[in-house]
Structures are given as structure tokens and as C-alpha cells.
């Protein structure tokens, strides 16, 4: 089976090489754009109640697909794509969070963006607290790493842009 999805945009960042964009938006303070094309303009109304969006995104600049890597947060260990937010996955879907700052036309202005700049957008959904907010969350083998290590990742290590030469995860 196939399937085929239709880009509903496009993703302006800062950001033009995949070492120097934050490892998650959460960790980013970068303001960038998203230019929803005009055919999906309707689709906007009433976002701009809403103080943060889930943006659904094609990974079109990364490599081979793999199953097993290394993740930015523990590069000694080959974890399977699945527990990584790794790039390299079979399908190439990203998802962000990010915080809308305001709505012109067709244009998302947001803060917290972690993707190059022209990524294609797939989706965009409403944060919406009740639903998407969890508690008492595991976190699997970053729960581990942060035990074995006795010492939790630092902020330092979770804001800094991906090493040069290095995977992100």
C-alpha cells in the first residue's frame, strides 16, 4: 500500500543546515514562519485563539532511512528509531510544538522552531491543554541515562545546536 500525502505548506526557519537547529522546540527560543498556501487559507480560522500548535512536517533534507542509531543524548549506545525522535525514520514525519505569536493572511508567525528552513508542512494542530498534556510520563532510556549518570541532561546539553559531523535523536 502507499500513500501519498499533499504539503499544505511551508516551514521558514533561520535555520539552513541541520547542525545548527535546536535537537527539540521546546528547547528553542527561534522565531520563524509558516506560509499555509492559499488553497488551505479557510482551514486557518479561529487558530489564532490559541497559544501554541503542533506542526506535522516531511523531513526532506536527511539521509538513508535506518532502524538502529545513536541519539544526540547518548551517542555511546544504538537505540531503535522508534524510542529517538531521530530524523532518519521510515516515513520522515517530524512533529513540533511551537508557540503562535500571531496570524497575517496565510502567514504563522511562531516561536520555538527546531526544522530547516523549507520543510514541508503536513499539518498543523491546536495544542490543546486537557488533551495533549500528560502526567506521570516515562521517559525510557532518557529516564535511564539520566539515572546511570546520576545527574539529569543539563540545560546546556538540550539548547545547544547538534554537533558538527553528529546524529541528532
Do not use: C
Amino acid at each position: 500500500m502507499e500513500i501519498h500525502y499533499t504539503f499544505i505548506g511551508v516551514i521558514h526557519s533561520p535555520f539552513t543546515m541541520q547542525r545548527d537547529t535546536p535537537i527539540q522546540s521546546v528547547y528553542s527560543s527561534a522565531e520563524g514562519t509558516i506560509e499555509v498556501f492559499p488553497e488551505y487559507a479557510d482551514g486557518l480560522q479561529e487558530l489564532e485563539g490559541f497559544s501554541h500548535l503542533i506542526l506535522l512536517y516531511h523531513f526532506h533534507h536527511e539521509g538513508p532511512m535506518r532502524l538502529r542509531i545513536a541519539p544526540y543524548l547518548d551517542h555511546e549506545t544504538e537505540r531503535g528509531i522508534f524510542s529517538t525522535r531521530h530524523h532518519d525514520r521510515p516515513n520522515r514525519i517530524g512533529l513540533s510544538i511551537v508557540e503562535l505569536l500571531s496570524i497575517s493572511g496565510t502567514t504563522i508567525s511562531v516561536r520555538g522552531i527546531d526544522v530547516l528552513d523549507g520543510t514541508p508542512l503536513l499539518d498543523i494542530k491546536p495544542y490543546v491543554f486537557h488533551f495533549d498534556h500528560r502526567e506521570n510520563v516515562r521517559s525510557g532510556w532518557i529516564d535511564r541515562a539520566d539515572r546511570e549518570r546520576q545527574v539529569p541532561f543539563t540545560p546546556e546539553q538540550l539548547t545547544r545546536k547538534h554537533p558538527p559531523g553528529k546524529d541528532s535523536g
